[in-house]
């Protein structure tokens, strides 16, 4: 169990330093409120950027799909023309043969 003092022991003086870190930090943030403001405006900043980014290539990406979108529409598709039949059935019944001029049909 002498390993597991040792761990703990470890831990503690990690957090121990950590929670040191952290208290200097604050403490200084404190002390120089001009220096912590210029920093937050860079960070900010820094995230702004990285947002505007994020939405363009985004808007980039959605114009690309729209315009394969309407390219593709503008190409003939095989198969898919509709009212052949209709123009089929009118054509054949007013014919030559069929419309009786040749056979001699009313």
């Given at each position: ?38 920093i937050g405006g860079?960070?900010l900043g820094a ?53 009786g001029m040749i056979?001699?049909?009313?």
């Amino acid at each position: 169990m002498d390993w597991l003092n040792t761990a703990a022991d470890a831990v503690s003086s990690g957090f121990d330093a950590v929670s040191g870190y952290a208290t200097d930090a604050f403490d200084w943030i404190g002390d120089n409120p001009e220096a912590a403001n210029m920093i937050g405006g860079v960070a900010l900043g820094a995230a702004q950027g990285y947002m505007q980014n994020k939405q363009a290539d985004d808007e980039r990406a959605f114009q690309r799909e729209m315009y394969d979108k309407k390219r593709e529409d503008r190409f003939s598709k095989p198969g898919e023309i509709g009212n052949y039949g209709s123009h089929r059935n009118t054509i054949a019944g007013k014919g030559l043969i069929s419309g009786g001029m040749i056979t001699g049909e009313d």
